[in-house]
């Protein structure tokens, strides 16, 4: 059984920063990425960056390039989200999965529960 907790979200003003984790069980290394996705109010999930649990290669969404910075601790068990010029827009539940690769959401398996993150001054 794969569990996922994330934790780090929270309120914060434009422009601002938030770092979000997601402790994984040793199972989820197993997957070939551990993904981080949001879901904001009245819309669809999607997703944000993945990061592949053997090489560390990352990949994101266009709307978060530049702003967004995946990684993982060298034990595999933590994949964190640096969240940097935070904008209203980014407000969403954020959770983190493991699958494939991809930000296709249907072909990711297990969830965590999800943080809140809320852009607003």
């Known amino acids: 059984q794969v569990q996922l907790v994330e934790s780090g979200g929270g309120l914060v003003q434009p422009g601002g920063s938030l770092r979000l984790s997601c402790a994984v069980s040793?199972?989820?290394?197993?997957?070939?990425?551990i993904g981080w996705f949001r879901q904001a109010p009245g819309k669809g999930r999607e997703g944000v960056a993945i990061?592949?649990?053997?090489?560390?290669?990352?990949y994101y969404q266009d709307s978060v390039k530049g702003r967004c910075t995946i990684s993982k601790d060298d034990a595999g068990n933590t994949v964190f989200l640096q969240m940097d010029s935070l904008k209203p827009e980014d407000t969403a539940v954020y959770y983190c999965a493991v699958g494939p690769g991809g930000f296709t959401v249907s072909e990711y398996r297990f969830w965590g529960q999800g943080t809140q993150v809320t852009v607003s001054s």
């Open positions: 990061i592949s649990t053997s090489s560390g290669g990352a």
């Open positions: 040793r199972s989820a290394l197993d997957y070939y990425a």
